[in-house]
Protein backbone atom coordinates (compact mmCIF):
# COMPACT_ATOMS: atom_id res chain seq x y z
CA UNK A 1 0.00 0.00 0.00
CA UNK A 2 0.89 3.87 -0.40
CA UNK A 3 0.62 4.69 2.97
CA UNK A 4 4.11 5.44 4.67
CA UNK A 5 4.53 5.16 8.22
CA UNK A 6 6.80 7.16 10.02
CA UNK A 7 8.63 3.74 11.91
CA UNK A 8 6.87 0.47 13.23
CA UNK A 9 5.43 0.89 16.69
CA UNK A 10 6.05 -2.03 19.36
CA UNK A 11 3.42 -3.94 20.32
CA UNK A 12 1.93 -2.95 23.55
CA UNK A 13 -1.56 -4.29 23.42
CA UNK A 14 -1.80 -7.55 21.72
CA UNK A 15 -5.72 -7.90 22.84
CA UNK A 16 -6.01 -4.99 20.43
CA UNK A 17 -4.72 -6.50 17.74
CA UNK A 18 -6.30 -10.08 18.08
CA UNK A 19 -9.32 -8.20 18.42
CA UNK A 20 -9.22 -6.14 14.91
CA UNK A 21 -8.69 -9.18 12.83
CA UNK A 22 -9.91 -12.90 12.30
CA UNK A 23 -6.74 -14.17 10.51
CA UNK A 24 -3.82 -14.68 11.03
CA UNK A 25 -1.16 -15.50 8.50
CA UNK A 26 2.06 -17.39 10.26
CA UNK A 27 5.40 -17.26 8.83
CA UNK A 28 7.33 -20.86 9.55
CA UNK A 29 10.82 -20.36 9.78
CA UNK A 30 11.82 -17.67 12.55
CA UNK A 31 7.78 -17.39 13.91
CA UNK A 32 6.95 -20.60 14.64
CA UNK A 33 10.21 -22.74 14.42
CA UNK A 34 14.21 -22.43 14.10
CA UNK A 35 15.14 -24.79 11.41
CA UNK A 36 14.37 -28.07 13.60
CA UNK A 37 13.62 -26.00 17.22
CA UNK A 38 10.27 -24.75 18.16
CA UNK A 39 10.49 -21.21 19.18
CA UNK A 40 9.57 -20.74 22.93
CA UNK A 41 5.62 -20.76 23.59
CA UNK A 42 4.21 -21.14 20.31
CA UNK A 43 1.80 -24.03 21.32
CA UNK A 44 0.09 -22.04 23.65
CA UNK A 45 0.32 -19.09 21.71
CA UNK A 46 -1.49 -21.11 18.59
CA UNK A 47 -3.43 -22.59 21.09
CA UNK A 48 -5.17 -19.42 23.13
CA UNK A 49 -5.58 -17.63 19.19
CA UNK A 50 -7.94 -20.87 18.06
CA UNK A 51 -9.77 -20.33 21.64
CA UNK A 52 -10.23 -16.60 20.68
CA UNK A 53 -12.02 -18.10 16.95
CA UNK A 54 -9.26 -17.14 15.03
CA UNK A 55 -8.16 -18.86 11.45
CA UNK A 56 -4.75 -19.49 11.81
CA UNK A 57 -2.73 -20.08 8.29
CA UNK A 58 0.71 -20.80 7.99
CA UNK A 59 2.79 -19.66 4.97
CA UNK A 60 6.26 -20.55 4.16
CA UNK A 61 8.42 -19.84 1.06
CA UNK A 62 10.17 -22.81 1.58
CA UNK A 63 9.74 -25.49 -1.27
CA UNK A 64 11.75 -28.32 -0.22
CA UNK A 65 9.02 -30.33 1.53
CA UNK A 66 5.26 -30.44 0.64
CA UNK A 67 2.19 -29.47 2.74
CA UNK A 68 1.98 -33.07 3.89
CA UNK A 69 6.00 -33.25 5.08
CA UNK A 70 5.46 -30.22 6.77
CA UNK A 71 2.31 -31.35 8.43
CA UNK A 72 4.50 -33.93 9.87
CA UNK A 73 7.24 -31.25 11.09
CA UNK A 74 4.40 -29.71 12.92
CA UNK A 75 2.77 -33.04 14.40
CA UNK A 76 7.15 -33.75 15.16
CA UNK A 77 7.03 -30.27 17.13
CA UNK A 78 3.93 -30.61 19.54
CA UNK A 79 1.37 -28.60 17.38
CA UNK A 80 -1.95 -29.16 16.44
CA UNK A 81 -1.57 -27.86 12.77
CA UNK A 82 -3.77 -29.73 9.85
CA UNK A 83 -2.12 -30.00 6.26
CA UNK A 84 -4.81 -27.71 4.84
CA UNK A 85 -3.62 -25.05 7.02
CA UNK A 86 -0.21 -25.16 5.47
CA UNK A 87 0.43 -23.31 2.09
CA UNK A 88 4.39 -24.09 1.36
CA UNK A 89 5.46 -22.43 -2.23
CA UNK A 90 5.67 -25.60 -3.35
CA UNK A 91 1.86 -26.56 -3.23
CA UNK A 92 1.80 -22.44 -4.49
CA UNK A 93 3.54 -23.59 -7.66
CA UNK A 94 1.04 -26.20 -8.19
CA UNK A 95 -1.89 -24.35 -6.92
CA UNK A 96 -0.57 -21.65 -9.59
CA UNK A 97 -0.80 -24.05 -12.66
CA UNK A 98 -4.43 -25.01 -11.33
CA UNK A 99 -5.61 -21.91 -11.21
CA UNK A 100 -4.55 -21.16 -14.98
CA UNK A 101 -5.63 -24.25 -16.04
CA UNK A 102 -2.37 -25.48 -17.49
CA UNK A 103 -2.93 -28.67 -19.92
CA UNK A 104 -2.52 -31.94 -18.01
CA UNK A 105 -0.96 -33.03 -21.67
CA UNK A 106 2.16 -30.65 -20.44
CA UNK A 107 4.56 -31.17 -19.11
CA UNK A 108 6.63 -29.23 -15.96
CA UNK A 109 10.47 -29.12 -15.43
CA UNK A 110 11.33 -28.70 -12.10
CA UNK A 111 14.35 -27.23 -10.79
CA UNK A 112 14.03 -27.89 -7.06
CA UNK A 113 13.82 -30.76 -4.32
CA UNK A 114 10.67 -33.36 -3.21
CA UNK A 115 8.20 -31.18 -2.40
CA UNK A 116 7.38 -29.48 -5.57
CA UNK A 117 7.51 -32.84 -6.86
CA UNK A 118 4.93 -34.61 -4.62
CA UNK A 119 2.65 -30.95 -5.13
CA UNK A 120 2.55 -31.10 -8.54
CA UNK A 121 2.19 -35.24 -8.54
CA UNK A 122 -0.94 -34.50 -6.15
CA UNK A 123 -2.68 -31.82 -8.45
CA UNK A 124 -2.52 -34.21 -11.43
CA UNK A 125 0.72 -32.52 -13.39
CA UNK A 126 2.95 -34.47 -15.37
CA UNK A 127 6.79 -33.42 -14.47
CA UNK A 128 10.22 -34.00 -15.50
CA UNK A 129 13.65 -32.96 -13.72
CA UNK A 130 13.67 -32.98 -9.85
CA UNK A 131 16.70 -33.20 -7.65
CA UNK A 132 18.00 -36.43 -9.47
CA UNK A 133 18.89 -35.05 -13.10
CA UNK A 134 21.84 -33.88 -14.39
CA UNK A 135 24.68 -33.77 -11.93
CA UNK A 136 27.16 -35.42 -14.59
CA UNK A 137 29.81 -32.86 -16.43
CA UNK A 138 28.71 -32.12 -19.78
CA UNK A 139 31.28 -33.06 -22.28
CA UNK A 140 31.37 -31.35 -25.59
CA UNK A 141 32.28 -32.26 -28.28
CA UNK A 142 31.68 -30.60 -31.78
CA UNK A 143 28.16 -30.42 -33.10
CA UNK A 144 27.04 -31.89 -29.22
CA UNK A 145 22.87 -30.62 -28.60
CA UNK A 146 21.34 -30.99 -25.35
CA UNK A 147 17.48 -32.67 -26.58
CA UNK A 148 14.99 -31.75 -24.56
CA UNK A 149 11.18 -31.80 -24.03
CA UNK A 150 9.21 -29.86 -26.66
CA UNK A 151 5.73 -30.45 -24.44
CA UNK A 152 7.38 -28.45 -21.71
CA UNK A 153 5.35 -25.89 -20.96
CA UNK A 154 6.51 -24.29 -17.75
CA UNK A 155 9.46 -24.47 -15.98
CA UNK A 156 9.53 -24.58 -12.13
CA UNK A 157 12.42 -22.94 -10.04
CA UNK A 158 13.01 -23.39 -6.28
CA UNK A 159 14.94 -23.87 -3.70
CA UNK A 160 17.58 -27.49 -4.76
CA UNK A 161 20.53 -28.39 -2.97
CA UNK A 162 21.16 -30.57 -6.12
CA UNK A 163 21.69 -27.57 -8.15
CA UNK A 164 24.01 -27.85 -11.65
CA UNK A 165 24.74 -26.88 -15.20
CA UNK A 166 22.57 -29.72 -16.77
CA UNK A 167 19.54 -28.12 -15.19
CA UNK A 168 20.37 -24.88 -15.85
CA UNK A 169 20.98 -25.36 -19.44
CA UNK A 170 17.56 -27.88 -19.70
CA UNK A 171 15.82 -25.45 -18.51
CA UNK A 172 16.67 -22.78 -20.26
CA UNK A 173 16.50 -24.55 -23.60
CA UNK A 174 12.58 -24.75 -22.05
CA UNK A 175 11.82 -21.50 -21.55
CA UNK A 176 13.70 -19.60 -24.79
CA UNK A 177 12.60 -22.86 -27.39
CA UNK A 178 8.86 -23.78 -26.34
CA UNK A 179 6.48 -21.47 -27.60
CA UNK A 180 4.71 -20.04 -24.52
CA UNK A 181 6.43 -21.77 -22.10
CA UNK A 182 6.19 -20.82 -18.47
CA UNK A 183 9.15 -19.25 -16.55
CA UNK A 184 7.68 -19.54 -12.59
CA UNK A 185 9.70 -19.14 -9.17
CA UNK A 186 8.35 -20.57 -5.74
CA UNK A 187 10.52 -17.92 -3.87
CA UNK A 188 13.39 -15.61 -4.62
CA UNK A 189 15.17 -15.08 -0.84
CA UNK A 190 18.42 -14.06 -1.60
CA UNK A 191 19.97 -16.01 1.55
CA UNK A 192 18.54 -18.06 3.90
CA UNK A 193 19.83 -19.62 7.04
CA UNK A 194 20.26 -23.45 6.93
CA UNK A 195 22.51 -23.54 9.92
CA UNK A 196 22.53 -20.84 11.98
CA UNK A 197 26.55 -20.41 11.44
CA UNK A 198 25.82 -18.80 8.35
CA UNK A 199 23.59 -17.09 5.65
CA UNK A 200 23.65 -19.82 3.09
CA UNK A 201 22.57 -18.76 -0.52
CA UNK A 202 18.54 -18.83 -1.40
CA UNK A 203 15.88 -19.91 -3.65
CA UNK A 204 17.11 -16.59 -5.65
CA UNK A 205 20.32 -18.09 -6.72
CA UNK A 206 18.63 -20.97 -8.40
CA UNK A 207 15.78 -18.60 -9.72
CA UNK A 208 18.76 -16.14 -11.02
CA UNK A 209 20.64 -18.58 -12.62
CA UNK A 210 17.94 -19.09 -15.33
CA UNK A 211 16.57 -15.61 -15.42
CA UNK A 212 20.29 -15.05 -16.48
CA UNK A 213 20.22 -17.08 -18.87
CA UNK A 214 16.85 -16.35 -20.31
CA UNK A 215 16.95 -12.61 -20.00
CA UNK A 216 12.95 -13.44 -18.48
CA UNK A 217 11.90 -12.63 -15.58
CA UNK A 218 10.20 -15.02 -13.55
CA UNK A 219 6.33 -15.24 -12.22
CA UNK A 220 6.97 -15.54 -8.06
CA UNK A 221 4.42 -17.66 -6.60
CA UNK A 222 5.91 -17.54 -2.87
CA UNK A 223 5.74 -14.61 -0.83
CA UNK A 224 6.04 -11.32 -1.10
CA UNK A 225 4.14 -12.17 -4.61
CA UNK A 226 0.29 -11.38 -4.18
CA UNK A 227 -0.65 -14.81 -5.75
CA UNK A 228 -0.96 -16.78 -2.37
CA UNK A 229 -2.45 -13.89 -0.27
CA UNK A 230 -5.24 -13.60 -3.34
CA UNK A 231 -5.64 -17.76 -2.92
CA UNK A 232 -6.11 -17.71 0.81
CA UNK A 233 -8.38 -14.42 0.48
CA UNK A 234 -10.92 -15.76 -2.17
CA UNK A 235 -10.49 -19.74 -0.59
CA UNK A 236 -11.21 -18.80 2.91
CA UNK A 237 -13.80 -15.93 2.26
CA UNK A 238 -11.44 -13.54 4.32
CA UNK A 239 -10.97 -9.56 3.59
CA UNK A 240 -7.62 -8.86 3.45
CA UNK A 241 -7.88 -6.01 6.01
CA UNK A 242 -9.13 -8.88 8.60
CA UNK A 243 -6.06 -10.62 8.10
CA UNK A 244 -2.47 -9.83 10.07
CA UNK A 245 0.64 -11.07 8.52
CA UNK A 246 3.47 -12.25 11.03
CA UNK A 247 6.89 -12.64 9.95
CA UNK A 248 10.35 -12.13 10.60
CA UNK A 249 11.38 -11.14 7.33
CA UNK A 250 11.06 -7.70 5.79
CA UNK A 251 11.46 -8.11 2.36
CA UNK A 252 9.15 -11.59 2.24
CA UNK A 253 6.97 -11.56 4.88
CA UNK A 254 5.93 -8.04 5.73
CA UNK A 255 6.24 -6.94 2.20
CA UNK A 256 3.58 -9.94 1.17
CA UNK A 257 1.14 -8.34 4.37
CA UNK A 258 1.57 -4.88 3.39
CA UNK A 259 1.06 -5.89 -0.62
CA UNK A 260 -2.18 -7.47 0.19
CA UNK A 261 -3.36 -4.71 2.31
CA UNK A 262 -3.17 -7.04 5.51
CA UNK A 263 -1.87 -5.93 8.93
CA UNK A 264 1.82 -6.98 9.76
CA UNK A 265 3.32 -7.72 12.92
CA UNK A 266 7.39 -8.44 12.43
CA UNK A 267 8.83 -10.94 15.36
CA UNK A 268 12.39 -10.55 16.25
CA UNK A 269 12.89 -14.04 16.65
CA UNK A 270 13.97 -14.76 13.36
CA UNK A 271 16.97 -12.85 10.90
CA UNK A 272 15.79 -9.76 11.56
CA UNK A 273 17.26 -7.70 14.51
CA UNK A 274 15.37 -4.04 15.72
CA UNK A 275 18.60 -2.53 14.42
CA UNK A 276 17.79 -3.71 10.97
CA UNK A 277 14.04 -2.39 11.35
CA UNK A 278 15.50 0.68 12.18
CA UNK A 279 18.11 1.42 10.16
CA UNK A 280 17.90 4.39 7.96
CA UNK A 281 18.37 2.18 4.26
CA UNK A 282 15.39 0.07 5.87
CA UNK A 283 11.58 1.21 4.11
CA UNK A 284 9.90 -1.72 4.94
CA UNK A 285 7.85 -0.91 7.61
CA UNK A 286 5.48 -3.31 9.52
CA UNK A 287 2.58 -1.94 11.60
CA UNK A 288 4.08 -3.38 14.87
CA UNK A 289 7.05 -5.51 15.93
CA UNK A 290 7.62 -7.81 19.06
CA UNK A 291 9.95 -10.45 20.61
CA UNK A 292 8.14 -13.11 19.80
CA UNK A 293 4.42 -14.91 19.05
CA UNK A 294 4.08 -15.70 22.60
CA UNK A 295 4.31 -12.21 23.62
CA UNK A 296 0.82 -12.56 22.72
CA UNK A 297 -0.21 -14.27 26.04
CA UNK A 298 2.01 -11.80 28.27
CA UNK A 299 1.11 -8.14 26.38
CA UNK A 300 -2.33 -6.81 27.83
CA UNK A 301 -3.27 -3.18 27.81
CA UNK A 302 -2.12 -1.06 30.95
N1 LIG B 1 13.88 -21.30 1.56
C1 LIG B 1 14.63 -22.21 2.18
C2 LIG B 1 15.44 -23.15 1.38
C3 LIG B 1 14.67 -22.26 3.57
O1 LIG B 1 15.47 -23.17 4.18
C4 LIG B 1 13.90 -21.33 4.31
C5 LIG B 1 13.91 -21.35 5.76
O2 LIG B 1 14.27 -22.31 6.41
C6 LIG B 1 13.13 -20.41 3.61
C7 LIG B 1 13.13 -20.43 2.25
C8 LIG B 1 12.26 -19.41 4.30
O3 LIG B 1 11.17 -20.05 4.94
P1 LIG B 1 10.07 -19.20 5.66
O4 LIG B 1 9.27 -18.51 4.60
O5 LIG B 1 9.26 -20.22 6.44
O6 LIG B 1 10.77 -18.26 6.57
CA1 LIG C 1 10.72 -16.58 7.93
Not at 96 to 117: H, R, W
Not at 125 to 152: A, S, T
Not at 169 to 181: A, H, S
Request: charged share 25%; hydrophobic share 40%; with cysteine.
Amino acid sequence: RMETRASALPLKNADELIDSVETFIFDCDGVIWKGDKLIDGVPQTLDMLRSRGKRLVFVTNNSTKSRKQYGKKFETLGLNVSEEEIFASSFAAAAYLKSINFPKEKKVYVIGEDGILKELELAGFQYLGGPEDGGKKIELKPGFLMEHDKNVGAVVVGFDRYFNYYKVQYGTLCVRENPGCLFIATNRDAVTHLTDAQEWAGGGSMVGAIAGSTQREPLVVGKPSTFMMDYLASKFGILKSQICMVGDRLDTDILFGQNGGCKTLLVLSGVTSLSMLQSPSNSILPDFYTNKISDFLSLKAT
